[in-house]
Antibody, heavy 122, light 110 residues
Framework: EVQLVESGGGLVQPGRSLRLSCAASGFTFDDYAMHWVRQAPGKGLEWVSGISGNSGNIGYVDSVKGRFTISRDNAKNSLYLQMNSLRAEDTALYYC???????????????WGQGTTVTVSS | QSALTQPRSVSGSPGQSVTISCTGTSSDVGGYNYVSWYQQHPDKAPKLMIYDVSKRPSGVPGRFSGSKSGNSASLTISGLQAEDEADYYCCSYAGSYTYVFGTGTKVTVL
């Protein structure tokens, strides 16, 4: 069974850091681009960052550039999001998601985890 | 990276058809054939319904279809069913390995 399980969320003060992880199973992890998508309480979906299978292509939404870093460890079938200088507006449920097609980057996201909650508050 | 524009809500009776629009720009929807649509029920993770404008993943009912014209894309649900009541989001590739989601549409089955 294809599965994604996020972890690492929690309550953190503004300006501090947090590292999210996403453990993948059931598919050849390094064949697929992966993405982080967040959803603030009661709000819509927002794409945060994406990374290709070989880590050669990476993108970020403007609001997190310079603060967040996406990475992956294909040997561990894991995706990460290092979040620094956190702000109240980063409070959200963070999902990791897998791309439909092997070797691609721009397809739809066909497998999602259940998310991990990040709350930024003093 | 402005969110794509969707109607806040649409509604229809069971068996009817509803269409949700998704309007962007030539830098996202209009520039690429990489529009996807997601269904999200309350407190659930999003589910992919359409990708690459009009492709349907395995397991998604045939009553869901997608199209695109210029800077706008659409999702049509034909033969609306009670379980289709949910929030729907469009998403487009926006170049330079970035994506943008739509504002979301609540579909109500009357």
């Amino acid at each position: 069974e294809v599965q994604l399980v996020e972890s690492g969320g929690g309550l953190v003060q503004p300006g501090r850091s947090l590292r999210l992880s996403c453990a993948a199973s059931g598919f050849t992890f390094d064949d697929y681009a992966m993405h982080w998508v967040r959803q603030a309480p009661g709000k819509g979906l927002e794409w945060v960052s994406g990374i290709s299978g070989n880590s050669g292509n990476i993108g970020y939404v403007d609001s997190v550039k310079g603060r967040f870093t996406i990475s992956r460890d294909n040997a561990k079938n894991s995706l990460y999001l290092q979040m620094n200088s956190l702000r109240a507006e980063d409070t959200a449920l963070y999902y990791c998601a897998k791309i439909v097609g092997a070797g691609g980057f721009v397809d739809g996201m066909d497998v999602w985890g259940q998310g991990t909650t990040v709350t930024v508050s003093s | 990276q402005s969110a794509l524009t969707q109607p806040r809500s649409v509604s229809g009776s069971p068996g009817q058809s509803v269409t949700i629009s998704c309007t962007g720009t030539s830098s996202d929807v209009g520039g690429y054939n990489y529009v996807s649509w997601y269904q999200q029920h309350p407190d659930k993770a999003p589910k992919l319904m359409i990708y690459d404008v009009s492709k349907r993943p395995s397991g998604v009912p045939g009553r869901f279809s997608g199209s695109k014209s210029g800077n706008s894309a659409s999702l049509t649900i034909s033969g609306l069913q009670a379980e289709d009541e949910a929030d729907y989001y469009c998403c487009s590739y926006a170049g330079s390995y970035t994506y943008v989601f739509g504002t979301g549409t609540k579909v109500t089955v009357l």
